[in-house]
Every structure is written in structure tokens, then in C-alpha cells.
């Protein structure tokens, strides 16, 4: 159980243009999920926070006109990079809570902006 | 917020040996310690947690501890296997918004 799944798993895109990834929760439904993005060798760092139904909450530094996210469903979770840049090419993970705490991570989306 | 530090960076055992991975928060309204282990391009897998209201849990060859009057936590692993070898990162979150703070995490090689 708890299986997160992400789409698509690595994307390559020019710059200023626009890429959506999706995140879902294959086998339970999540009223919270979250998006991370992980540079090479480095920890994961919290974008936003995306509640089912609301306005995701962005952390402090995180562009929310840039990095817009939609949680139209209990079981799906988008995020869209706009106008993208060579800076923003990274590994974006998004996970999904089940239980009380426990969050499970989809497989990542490897964002290449040329 | 919360800040997680995690020690060592990068570890080498041989393998059959234990490796021991300490991490230390700062806010103590942080009640739920998972951690997850992270192979190279790969989502990460947790693969144990423990909450706030008990001090030691174990699961097989992975234990983790909890002193939550120093803030600080750790994994053991025993009898390590070259299938253990990966990145580990530790984790706090608080039980009214479940948000991660991750610490930077550990490279652990375990030696054939």
C-alpha cells in the first residue's frame, strides 16, 4: 500500500516555456501532499504544501507565480513550472501523506531546462 | 522553524559492521522522526520512524532512538550488507502541519 506515482519521470524543455508534472496517490486518498525539489547531492527542500480543495502554501523563497500547484482531487496533485529557466532544472519529488505523519515519495520528475 | 543537522556527511563500513547516523533538532514541539533511505536517482524509501512518546523502536537489523530532552536521534543499522549502501537523510515534522525538515543527509558505502 501507500504508492505515490509521478509523471512524467524526467523531462527535458526549452527555456520559457511551461512543464507540468503530476503527482498521484494510487492507493489511498491524500488530503495533503507536498512538492520538493533536490538538487545534485543535496537534501530535499519543502516548496509547498498542497491541501485538497485549497490554495497551496508556499515556503518562504518558493515563487508561487512560478511554480503553480493544483490539488483538484483527493488522489492528484499537479505542479506547473512557468517559464522555465536553466535554473530551475532540478529533481522535483512530490509525496503524499497517509496515516497520522507518514509520507510516501513518488519516484521524481528530472527537470532539464535548455 | 525547524532545523535539522544530521552526522556523519558520508560513512565507510565494512561490511558485517554497524554504522550509526546522529541527527539533532531544534524546535521541541517536533514529534515525528522518520528516515528514509535514498538510492541514486531513486524516490526516498522510509524505512523507519519513530514518534515522540517512545524512545527506541526496531525493526530487523534498523533501530532508531530518541532523546527528545537533548533533541537529538539516531539510526543504527547492524550487520551491514552492500544493499545498505545509500543516502540516508532523517527527518522532524510537527503533528499539526506534517511539513519534513530534512537534514542534509548521509552517504553510507558499506565495504565487501
Known amino acids: 500500500g501507500a504508492v505515490v506515482s509521478q509523471h512524467p519521470s524526467w523531462v527535458i524543455c526549452k527555456s520559457g516555456t511551461s512543464v507540468k508534472i503530476e503527482c498521484r496517490s494510487l492507493?489511498?486518498?491524500?488530503?495533503?501532499m507536498f512538492w520538493y525539489r533536490q538538487f545534485p547531492k543535496q537534501s530535499l527542500m519543502l516548496m509547498a504544501t498542497?491541501?485538497?480543495?485549497?490554495?497551496?502554501?508556499?515556503e518562504q523563497g518558493v515563487e508561487k507565480d512560478k511554480f503553480l500547484i493544483n490539488h483538484a482531487s483527493l488522489t492528484l496533485s499537479t505542479l506547473t513550472v512557468t517559464s522555465a529557466h536553466p535554473e530551475d532544472s532540478s529533481f522535483y519529488i512530490c509525496?503524499?501523506?497517509?496515516?497520522?505523519?507518514?509520507?510516501?515519495f513518488g519516484p521524481g520528475t528530472r527537470l532539464t531546462v535548455t | 522553524g525547524e532545523n535539522v543537522e544530521q552526522h556523519p556527511s558520508t560513512l565507510s563500513v565494512q561490511e558485517g559492521d554497524s554504522a550509526v547516523i546522529k541527527c539533532t533538532y531544534s524546535?521541541?514541539?517536533?514529534?515525528?522522526f522518520p528516515w528514509y533511505k535514498q538510492e541514486l536517482g531513486k524516490r526516498p524509501q522510509l524505512i523507519i520512524d519513530?514518534?515522540?512518546?517512545?524512545g527506541e523502536k526496531k525493526d530487523q537489523r534498523i533501530a532508531v532512538t530518541l532523546n527528545k530532552t537533548a533533541k537529538h536521534f539516531s539510526l543504527h543499522i547492524t550487520e551491514t550488507q552492500p544493499e545498505d549502501s545509500a543516502v540516508y537523510f532523517c527527518?522532524?515534522?510537527?503533528?499539526?502541519?506534517?511539513?519534513?525538515?530534512f537534514g542534509a543527509g548521509t552517504t553510507v558505502t558499506v565495504r565487501a
Open positions: 492507493d489511498f486518498q491524500a488530503t495533503t
Open positions: 509525496s503524499a501523506r497517509a496515516g497520522v505523519s507518514e509520507q510516501y
Open positions: 527527518a522532524a515534522s510537527i503533528s499539526n502541519d506534517y511539513k519534513l525538515s
Open positions: 498542497s491541501n485538497e480543495g485549497s490554495k497551496a502554501t508556499y
Open positions: 524546535d521541541s514541539a517536533s514529534n515525528y
Open positions: 519513530i514518534r515522540s512518546n517512545v
